[in-house]
């Protein structure tokens, strides 16, 4: 096991900076994750760790030490690549069993050891009929469980995943999320995962960092990506369907006075008896902002903002459910996924996606009052993307 800390690296090809300045400290340990849209730079970090590149500007440390000079060979990592990379002159189980072979003496196995460990991972990632083969023998899904396998049977300190699940079938990739979990987590191997899909990222990581044109935008748990994103790009990029993101303007009118009901306190209305001057105005609707929080949208000098909401924190009714935080749309698309309908709705010019469990009928054409969480409500400075509240 091993903690691995980059400091400000930088990898340039010609023009173009595949990474910006990136700092990660992984704990030893941890299941990190590098989620972002392809060409963010996400490989060329991992393969910056691994020594297959090696950065123009800054440190990679492993448990402490200094690797930038030291041979990939001899960091003790063990990489799992995107196109397999596996010999094809050798069976199967030769793949798998090649870096306990490599290392057979330092790790003390008999050749009796190495097949027991080589089957039982085969089995486990369900390609033991597949042994005797050959790589061109076999489906993509297949090599690449093979080069899952490979990088398995030995236990370095730290596995370098690149997407490497991309090339399973859908149900067998949701399995292998939970399977690959389970080892991890079993062996506590410090495991740093490459991937464009939140869904897989959020699964299974520990933490996250999201990347984008070469910088790390945001580094955090699961939950707080999801629930405080720093900016409009995590926003959207985590989630599915995405963060509603509305285009709002602060402004100062006549203090109007109103209750917060107990289940609306706490947010961007405010708490119990509220006076106050400002309003969001929105496409279609107006919200008004309790002082503190209105004067925080100021302070960051941000009159023009997005209001962010999550599809599953507004609650659609045919009926108006209350007096705040309600808009009234039109409903104009609804996919059913089984368990939920996802309904697109028009407010305003506006396009609002909201999760509806349950059986309640919505059609195409309905108008339907849609009734946000206040507390849930985020605030982002729509010049910078950054979060304000
Ligand atoms: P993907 O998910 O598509 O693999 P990524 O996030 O892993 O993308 P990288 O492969 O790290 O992105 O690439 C980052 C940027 O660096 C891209 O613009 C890519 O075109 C460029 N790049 C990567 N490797 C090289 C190389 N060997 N020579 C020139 N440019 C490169």
New binding site residues.
Partial sequence: MARVKLVNIV?R??R?I??DHVNLDVRDGEFFALL????????????IIAGLEAPDEGEIYIDDKLVNDVHPKDRDVAMVF?NYALYPHMTVFDNIAFPLRARRKQLGLTEEDIRKIVVSTAEFLGIAEHLHKYPSQLSGGQQQRVALARALVRKPKVWLL??PLSNLDAKLRVAMRTELKKIQMKLGITTIY?T?DQVEAMSMADRIAV?NA?RVLQIGSPNELYYKPSDTFVATFIGSPPMNLIPCTLVEKTPIEYTVPAELSGGILGSGKVRTPYMLECPGFALPVESSMAGKIRESGAGEVYLGIRPEHITMSLKKPGELAVLEGVVEVVENLGSELIATIRVGNELVKTRVVGDERVTPGSSVFLALDARRILVFDKKTGKLII
């Fill in positions: 990898k090809y010609g173009i595949a990474v972002g849209p392809s060409g963010c730079g996400k490989t060329t970090t991992l393969r995107q690149d997407e490459v464009h990347m070469g």
